[in-house]
């Protein structure tokens, strides 16, 4: 099992900055790939960015590509996701996810990967 527990969530403006951070605990030597997701009210759950555990490898979704940037300190088993640039239309409950397999493929399918945290309100104002 792998615990997945964010923080970092809040309410700003539109054209602010926040920093979500994904502490892993339990088997962390298993996960390979951590992604963030976020759903949004009466929304499916959607894919936000990922990265891979070893490796540079990064995917992102076309809303946030060039605004968020995915970052991990493994050390620490921690994912971060920093936030640049918030619009309103970035609120959501962002969920950070790990995926088990071991392969080096990133992938925004959400039915792939194995553990999920809580989640952390992202509220931007307008």
């Known amino acids: 099992q792998v615990q997945l527990v964010e923080s970092g969530g809040g309410l700003v403006h539109a054209g602010d900055s926040l920093r979500l951070s994904c502490a892993a605990s339990?088997?962390?030597?298993?996960?390979?790939?951590m992604g963030w997701f976020r759903q949004a009210p009466g929304k499916e759950r959607t894919f936000v960015a990922a990265i891979l555990r070893y490796g540079s490898s990064e995917y992102y979704a076309d809303a946030v590509k060039g605004r968020f940037t995915i970052s991990k300190d493994n050390a620490k088993n921690t994912v971060f996701l920093q936030m640049n640039s918030l619009k309103p239309e970035d609120t959501a409950v962002y969920y950070c996810?790990?995926?088990?397999?071991?392969?080096?493929?990133?992938?925004?399918?959400?039915?792939?990967?194995?553990?999920w945290g809580q989640g952390t309100q992202v509220t931007v104002s307008s």
């Open positions: 996810a790990a995926r088990l397999y071991s392969g080096t493929t990133l992938t925004a399918m959400k039915n792939e990967y194995n553990y």
């Open positions: 339990g088997r962390t030597f298993s996960w390979n790939t």
